[in-house]
């Protein structure tokens, strides 16, 4: 089992910044990579950003050139850079981290409790 606790969720006005963090603990031998989601009220939860433990990054189109995913191996954490802050952006975010082959999550992989992060316009 791998257990995931996100921080640094909040309120920004639009154009501002927030950095997430995720720490993984437990099994965090099963990681191969780590990743963002976010879920908007009424909306289906949609991949924001994911990084592989090689490093190898992929972003959604309506993040790019907005927000970056980073990893510190060392010590099992992600983050999540958001620049340009959008009120479109206001959702809940959950971290994600697994299994992970050819682009794809496999099992086992794991959810955090999610961050409300609200931009106001």
């Known amino acids: 089992q791998v257990q995931l606790v996100e921080s640094g969720g909040g309120l920004v006005q639009a154009g501002g910044s927030l950095r997430l963090s995720c720490v993984a603990s437990g099994s965090t031998f099963d990681i191969d990579a780590m990743g963002w989601y976010r879920q908007a009220p009424g909306k289906q939860r949609e991949l924001v950003a994911t990084i592989t433990n090689g490093g190898t990054t992929n972003y959604a189109d309506s993040v790019k050139g907005r927000f970056a995913i980073s990893r510190y191996n060392a010590k099992n954490t992600v983050y999540l850079q958001m620049n340009s802050l959008e009120p479109e952006d206001t959702a809940i975010y959950y971290c994600?981290?697994?299994?992970?082959?050819?682009?794809?999550?496999?099992?086992?992989?794991?959810w955090g409790q999610g961050t409300q992060v609200t931009v106001s316009s």
């Open positions: 994600k981290a697994g299994r992970w082959y050819g682009g794809m999550w496999y099992t086992p992989a794991y």
